[in-house]
Nanobody, 121 residues
């Protein structure tokens, strides 16, 4: 139900903007989260935005560099990534929060297929 786009290769210090487009009429009822998974590591929480877009929460590792926004009229949630670092290299996923801790992947459903982000040093 979700399709991510906007990934790619960027140099350290650069920016990328990821988009996650949802199909279905219930998008606006969910808080939407972004996670990432680097090779050999578990999927980790990046940030989340509430259903209205009025509240966001980020992992310490990206706070101040990443911004999540959403447009419910377009069924879209975006992740603006600035000042990228090589350690941000991962596959990024969006998911709909179904309840429970924002940090736990098990609290989310309807994951997208993921999009690769590679940051070169």
């Amino acid at each position: 139900q979700f399709v991510e786009s906007g990934g790619g290769l960027v140099q350290a210090g650069g920016s990328l903007r990821l988009s996650c487009v949802a199909s279905g009429r219930t998008f606006s009822s969910y808080a939407m989260g972004w996670f990432r998974q680097a090779p050999g590591k578990e999927r980790e929480f990046v940030g989340v935005i509430n259903w209205s877009g009025g509240s966001t929460f980020y992992a310490d590792s990206v706070k101040g560099r990443f911004t999540i926004s959403r447009d419910n009229a377009k069924n879209t949630v975006a992740l603006q990534m600035n000042s990228l670092k090589p350690e941000d290299t991962a596959v990024y996923y969006c998911g709909a929060h179904a309840g429970g801790s924002y940090y736990w992947t098990g609290s989310y459903k309807y994951w997208g297929q993921g999009i690769q982000v590679t940051v070169s040093s």
